[in-house]
């Protein structure tokens, strides 16, 4: 038994992972009368979208607006939590550039101001160049965002910010990752966008004006997601780590996981597994093939970690986030969770700032002590002019690993060798999910991979999760007049 130190008898559904797909995925067979084992590394449900906590603060990993045009996803999340628990908010978020805010999505009046007429003249002449002479790599995101928006507005307003986000020249990403989210944003319909008249513009795509969110943060959603499926049957691991996934003749049979508990392993009729999908297939025991474990150690992901500045109220500002291009600083993205819901602030008359750095685990930054990452933050805010550093009443740090899958070049060949390898080796594992996945889901997607495959599960179904959110339409954008 490889020195288990316990192993469950009965085989049963194990859920690897207690973030928005593995919860789901639990809550879902749960209604279906199949109770699941969930296996959590972490000692917190939620994934990247859970509320950490410190001395009665609360701060998102990243900002998580409920809307989707899914709409079992939807229903769902009103399924767990109760209206008076939503709040709906105006949806707010700018660009910070050279000491000014831009409008996102770019407006017209907005723009010309802040650029200048000389310089607005050189961004459309920019523009229309790529039309006659369009960048010949648009696979890439340089060349797919320089298409839409052309070279100069594409270097003022995405370059610096995707390059901070992603640590990598902005030509070594695939499209991928801007076509889920700009889809239908470009110059013209920038422009258009803020001179035509909304009862003229029903056809236009705009970005949604409120959404929902839940009074407490995202994290509310999961913790009582996990009472529910408590109550249904399912149990939950914490610090559950799995090492190794035993698979014979075609399935996976057993889940062995390390622990406070030492080492365990859980007999298994099917596997969900939100895990990243790299570690899934370096875990499966007898090994991957060669072809396999190579595609697997070349998947990547970015980390992320959250400077959280708690200062007076009126030294926040009314966005959500606001987007910091400037090259100077590292700071790349700064949330007001003050306005995203009142209610994640303690005291009254302060608000807190999160202050988003993009690193790799292991890096400068990523092990800089918390002090100091406090005090980098206050300086960089300093710099930018959007805060007096003696407003700074205390800070905090949260780190997250593996919140952003990477896009490089050959991403999308080593994720279906490894789905191949899976689909032959063990068919009964069932990736969903950001990072089970390898894609940049958000969490609405997230979570129908795992209602989809939930229903291929127990109704016998044969839904491709692997075609959710392939249609490049950015989740946040509607057509005005409409839903």
């Known amino acids: 038994m490889d020195g288990d130190q316990s192993r469950a008898s009965e085989a049963q559904v194990v859920v690897i992972g207690a973030g928005p797909a593995g919860l789901t995925a639990a809550y879902q067979l749960g209604k279906h009368g199949r109770s699941a084992l969930i296996l959590e590394a972490d000692d917190v449900v939620g994934g990247i979208s859970r509320t950490a906590k410190r001395d009665g603060w609360r701060f998102d990993i990243g900002g998580h607006r409920f809307f989707t045009k899914v709409a079992p996803v939807s229903d769902l999340w009103h399924e767990i939590l109760p209206a008076e628990d939503f709040l709906l908010r105006p949806r707010m978020s700018r660009i910070f550039y050279q000491g000014k805010f831009y409008d996102y999505p770019l407006k017209a009046v907005n723009a010309l101001k802040n650029l200048g007429i000389v310089e607005a003249v050189r961004c459309v002449m920019s523009y229309f160049w790529v039309k006659i002479r369009p960048p010949q790599d648009q696979t890439s995101f340089e060349g797919y965002v320089a298409a839409k928006f052309g070279w100069r507005l594409y270097k003022t307003f995405f370059k610096t910010y995707t390059e901070k986000v992603w640590g990598v020249p902005a ?3 695939e499209a991928d990752w801007a076509a889920q989210r700009i889809k239908n944003l470009n110059l013209i319909n920038a422009i258009t966008g803020a001179i035509i008249p909304r009862r003229n513009s029903k056809g236009i795509t705009s970005l949604i004006e409120e959404f929902e ?12 997601c996990t009472e529910l499926v408590t109550e249904q049957g399912s149990t939950i691991e914490f610090n559950s780590k799995v090492t190794k996934i035993r698979h014979a003749d075609g399935v996976a049979t057993e889940v062995v996981t390390t622990g406070p508990k030492g080492q365990r392993a859980y007999a298994c009729d099917a596997v969900i597994s939100s895990m990243p999908i790299p570690r899934l297939v370096q875990a499966m025991y007898p090994p991957a093939s060669p072809e396999a474990l190579r595609a697997a150690a070349q998947l990547k992901f970015r980390d992320f970690l959250t400077v959280a500045l708690v200062v007076p109220a009126e030294d926040g500002f009314p966005d959500n986030w606001i987007y910091i291009h400037s090259p100077e600083v590292s700071v790349g993205r700064v949330q007001n969770f003050g306005s995203w819901s009142p209610d994640m602030i303690p005291v009254q008359g302060k608000t807190c700032l999160g202050l988003e750095f993009f690193v790799n685990e292991g890096d400068e930054l990523w092990e800089t002590d918390d002090d100091d990452l406090v005090a980098l933050g206050t300086r960089e805010m300093a710099t930018l002019g959007l805060l007096d550093p003696a407003r700074v009443e205390r800070g905090y740090v949260v780190r997250m690993p593996k919140a952003y899958p990477m896009y490089d070049a050959a991403y999308k060949a ?12 063990a068919r ?3 990736p969903v999910g950001r990072n089970g996945m390898h894609r940049y889901n958000n969490q609405d997607h997230s979570m129908y991979t795992a209602m989809l495959t939930v229903e291929n599960l127990v109704n016998g179904t044969s839904h491709d999760v692997w075609e959710v959110n392939v249609e490049a339409d950015y989740h946040e954008e509607r057509k005005a007049g409409g839903h």
């Open 414 to 425: 080593n994720v279906d060798t490894l789905r191949a390898w899976l689909s032959d080796a």
């Open 213 to 224: 969110y839940p009074r407490h943060g995202p994290g509310m959603m999961w913790e009582r």
């Open 171 to 173: 030509d070594e990403l």
């Open 428 to 430: 009964n594992v069932h």
